[in-house]
């Protein structure tokens, strides 16, 4: 047992185990402890002071045939590129900047250094498994010639490793102009005139989430205004940071003040990327990125003839209940938020990193018309808030230890088609990991605390005042 490992993952490399590369004599496996890492806070000051995270797992080298081996090495590497398709100012010679972020090697073996044994942590064959012992009695090598080469024989050559990665290490990136990747490059330099090296690549994630300390995934958005004297709009999103391939729910309360009709509602996510290189001299902004998530549309009016052209189909209202009497009404969404859209755009989560920024901004819009002079005028209100984009594995499940009681009953969508209608974006199914009530659409089955229109209805948790309660009689009176 490998006790880089949690208990519950195998190190055994099974036949179904596909190797990163092979030849005919060796093949070469890495498994990582964690698919994917994890670093928390996206401001300085929620970082800085946070322990690393851990790179751990092991390179097995399975032996097929004998073999003379110089060198075996393993580098993780981290390197940041933005791209300038019109030439970095202001020579505009380069059109790429590359950084280097991390850089280090565990030089596992060397033939010069490792005369008797290969230098490997665990060695299998097909009987015997031991850890940190001279390969030459378990593996019949009795090479002693320091002129001589180790030869590797049949079995699994096993090399742990670890790594810290500081909370600050920028997390990976796959923008449009810019990337931050990682990976662990294997190398092995074999003896041999005919004997070609050995090199492949494993790529590492590592994913940038909330702060144990941020409550933004709990904190709502709350906008409560008037306009122009003609309607009252109380909006309250669930949360201030959303997981892409989730949903994120949205609850209305639209109050007429006058004779108005609100023809349609509307939901997007807009997506804001910058780039800097020649440390941050030189910057250029893409053209904001918006995409429509939601739209939600009045009913055509009740006694709209049968051949009415489509724009007086348009001329419906939400704020009635009959078409005809305008009344305040309510509206629940659940929005969902897609990481892919139009099968070929991508949103990208948040980032930390300096040179590569991306933020984004929700926004909700309400088509309106009222009557002025006997002709309808129409109005557009558009309200804005800054919202923060997760990775979708950002969700609790992995983020947060696991309750002591399940509330999730069975793991299925909830019916709640009736909000579900207007999304523009709807999931074929939902991973496992997002099986969450802060990932899924709230029910008051799931999570009912979570439910904005009760912050709509009860905006305030607040005790009342001490004037507000009625004291009880006296018993004189009873």
């Known amino acids: 047992m490998n006790n880089l490992f949690p208990v519950e993952k195998s190190l055994d490399i099974t036949p179904e185990t596909r190797p990163l590369t092979q030849t005919g004599s060796i093949q070469v496996y890495l498994q990582l402890a964690e698919p994917n890492l994890f670093v928390q806070g996206f401001e300085p000051h929620e970082y800085q002071e946070r322990p690393p ?3 751990r797992g092991s390179l097995v080298l399975r032996v097929l045939k004998s073999s003379k081996i110089r060198n075996i090495t393993l580098t993780f590497k981290g390197i940041s590129k933005t791209e300038w398709p019109e030439g970095i100012p202001p020579k505009r010679q380069d059109y790429v900047e590359e950084n280097d972020l991390l850089n280090h090697t565990w030089p596992f073996y060397n033939h010069a250094n490792d005369h008797n044994q290969s230098g490997a942590d665990i060695v299998k ?7 940190n012992s001279n390969d030459s009695n378990n593996i019949n090598n009795t090479t002693t010639d320091p002129s001589q080469h180790f030869v590797f024989h049949p079995g699994d050559y096993i090399y ?49 989430a909330q702060s144990e300390e941020s409550v933004e995934d709990s904190e709502p958005i709350a906008i409560s205004r008037d306009w122009e004297d003609q309607l009252h709009y109380d909006i309250v999103i669930a949360t201030k940071a959303i997981i892409l391939n989730a949903y994120i729910p949205v609850a209305f309360k639209l109050v007429p003040l006058d004779k108005i009709k609100l023809h349609r509602i509307r939901i997007y996510l807009t997506e804001n990327l910058e780039y800097y290189c ?35 189909k348009k001329m419906g209202n939400l704020l009635t209940s009959d078409g005809y009497d305008v009344t305040a009404k309510e509206f629940e969404f659940q929005v969902y938020v897609p990481q892919k ?11 930390s990193y300096a040179n590569i920024k991306a933020h984004h901004w929700i926004k909700i819009c309400l088509r ?32 947060l230890l696991p309750a002591y009681a399940s509330t999730l009953g069975n793991r299925s969508l909830p019916n709640f088609e009736s909000t579900l209608s207007a999304n523009v974006y709807k999931p074929e199914n939902l991973d496992i990991e997002l099986t969450s009530p802060q990932a899924q659409p709230v029910s008051p089955s799931f999570s009912p605390s979570t439910r904005p229109i009760h912050l709509i209805r009860r905006p305030s948790f607040e005790p009342p005042p001490f004037d507000a309660d009625i004291s009880p009689p006296p018993m004189r009176d009873l």
């Open 160 to 208: 742990n490793f670890e790594h810290a990665i500081p909370a600050s290490t920028p997390e990976s990136i796959d923008a449009t102009f810019g990337s931050v990747s990682y990976s662990l490059n294997v190398m092995i330099e074999r003896i041999g005139a005919f004997k070609s090296n050995i090199a492949t690549t494993l790529p590492v994630r590592i994913i940038r």
């Open 341 to 351: 859209l139009n099968n070929r755009q991508n949103l990208h989560p948040n980032t």
């Open 125 to 131: 064959n097909s009987t015997t498994a031991t850890n």
């Open 368 to 399: 309106l018309s009222r009557l002025i002079d006997g002709k309808p005028k129409h109005y557009e209100i558009s309200i804005d808030s800054p919202i923060h984009v997760l990775h979708p594995l950002c969700s609790h499940a992995n983020t």
């Open 53 to 55: 995270t851990i790179l």
């Open 278 to 312: 020649r440390n941050k001299k030189v910057h250029r902004m893409e053209p904001v990125k918006k995409y429509l998530l939601l739209e939600h549309k009045a009913p055509p009016p009740p006694d709209l003839p049968p051949d009415a052209d489509a724009k007086a």
